[in-house]
């Protein structure tokens, strides 16, 4: 079974770059799709974007502007920066596996098959 | 893009059974057959409960059952136990390629 690792500062500064890196066990980077979900403090989920192993992403057109996942499949790793941060945010920040049916046109999001614990990134002066 | 509309909160006796509703539109619940549900305990990562509008994957028990009639998909719990208050939300793929959650339901064990 697929575990997932976050880890970054839990503090960020306004206007500054939030960093986070997911570490994959129990399974090949190669394997899956690979996603960013965060959920302010009290609040619903929102997806972020996925990363496949080749490197292409998709993002969410409302923080497209200032998203970039990547992965380091040597490390088994992928990470999200985010960038001009606010207030607003802040939020705990999972990384997950994404399952994705590919047919010869179209790539369609599932599930969010696991889940990584979450990380509370908090964007603060 | 707003959120699939769920109700803020839903409550039952132990043993009776309940149902959470999780309204969209054509362009994504209504659209396509990838409807998830998603347990979350306070503290705790969302764990898959359901996917493609009625699968469970394995582990997950039989008490939990989905279904979809046009925009709206529905999470019905049966025989509610007290481990079953958590809360609740929907997810489903979109025509824009992404990937909508809903606002979340907070189940009462009463």
């Known amino acids: 079974q697929v575990q997932l690792q976050e880890s970054g500062p839990g503090l960020v500064k306004p206007s500054e770059t939030l960093s986070l890196t997911c570490t994959v066990s129990g399974g090949s980077i190669s394997s899956y799709y690979w996603s960013w979900i965060r959920q302010p403090p009290g609040k619903g989920l929102e997806w972020i974007g996925y990363?496949?192993?080749?490197?292409?992403?998709n993002y969410n057109p409302s923080l497209k502007s200032r998203v970039t996942i990547s992965v380091d499949t040597s490390k088994n790793q992928f990470s999200l920066k985010l960038s001009s941060v606010t207030a607003a945010d802040t939020a705990v920040y999972y990384c997950?596996?994404?399952?994705?049916?590919?047919?010869?046109?179209?790539?369609?999001?599932?599930?969010?098959?696991?889940w990584g614990q979450g990380t509370l990134v908090t964007v603060s002066s | 893009q707003s959120a699939l509309t769920q109700p803020a909160s839903v409550s039952g006796s132990p043993g009776q059974s309940i149902t959470i509703s999780c309204t969209g539109t054509s362009s994504d619940v209504g659209g396509y057959n990838y409807v998830s549900w998603y347990q979350q305990h306070p503290g705790k990562a969302p764990k898959l409960m359901i996917y493609?509008?009625?699968n469970r994957p394995s582990g997950v028990s039989n008490r939990f059952s989905g279904s979809k009639s046009g925009n709206t998909a529905s999470l019905t719990i049966s025989g509610l136990q007290a481990e079953d208050e958590a809360d609740y939300y929907c997810?489903?793929?979109?025509?824009?390629?992404?990937?909508?959650f809903g606002g979340g339901t907070k189940l009462t064990v009463l």
């Open positions: 493609d509008v009625s």
């Open positions: 997810s489903s793929y979109t025509s824009s390629s992404t990937l909508l």
């Open positions: 997950a596996s994404l399952n994705i049916y590919c047919s010869s046109t179209s790539c369609y999001q599932r599930t969010v098959d696991y």
């Open positions: 990363i496949y192993y080749s490197g292409s992403t």
